[in-house]
């Protein structure tokens, strides 16, 4: 395709076909980031997928990557908070609220139930930096699916926010300066334990003397 005239017409038949086969739970979630694609992302999914030219007729790209699968590798840029080996935590382009991000696994896993703890944890350290730097009623880990791609979906609650709450989108600007504040988060102060000669109390008793101890100047004849 040489031109951007059949993006919008491509578009709409995939978030219709979203709207007829996804499961209701998901649903809304596939849609948000299908729309949130500008048209340089929308077209890297399809080619990804198959579902635009790139390559000669009857021939497979060597490696199909969704959407998340690329911003997971780096290949998509995204606003990144935080990672591990398992997966790459970003803060979401259409979030429910202030903060809200996005756990995604490296490997492209249909099923939410086999996230690991690896991931699992790091969902739980993002979690614990979102509450001191916004301070919300609560912070909450759920999962989801978007285009066959499992995540978990870590996002302070103010209000009464969930998942399918009403979205407004960042721009690029503004997840900068986020991601500036959310990093800015004083870390969690351990206080070193006291050496035992701090911990002594200072004994103001007279000492106790025996034979040993007890000094007296010798005697002049």
């Given at each position: ?79 990144q908070i935080m990672a591990n080996d ?136």
């Open positions: 395709m040489d031109n951007l005239e059949g993006l919008d017409t491509i578009r709409k038949s995939l978030l219709d076909q979203i709207e007829k086969t996804f499961p209701e739970e998901t649903r809304e979630e596939s849609k948000q980031q299908l729309l949130a694609m500008n048209d340089e992302e929308f077209i890297y999914f399809l080619k990804q997928n198959g579902m635009l030219g790139g390559q000669e007729e009857g021939e497979k790209t060597s490696e199909q990557k969704c959407i998340f699968c690329s911003i997971a590798s780096g290949e998509i840029p995204s606003t398992r997966a790459v935590a970003i803060l979401d382009i259409n979030p429910v609220s202030e903060g809200h991000i996005l756990i995604i696994p490296r490997e492209h896993l249909a099923n939410p139930k086999l996230i690991s703890n690896d991931i699992r944890d790091l969902a739980n350290k993002i979690a614990e930096k979102l509450q001191k730097t916004f301070s919300p009623k609560k912070v909450e880990i759920e999962e989801s699916e978007a285009l066959g791609h499992s995540m978990l979906n870590v996002f302070p609650v103010y209000g009464n926010e969930t998942l399918t709450s009403a979205r407004k989108r960042k721009s690029p600007s503004e997840l900068i300066e986020l991601k500036e504040k959310i990093n800015s988060a004083p870390e969690e102060i351990k206080e070193e334990p006291k050496k035992a000669e701090e911990t002594k109390q200072e004994d103001n008793s007279i000492p106790q003397f025996n034979e040993k101890n007890f000094w007296l100047p010798k005697r002049r004849p």
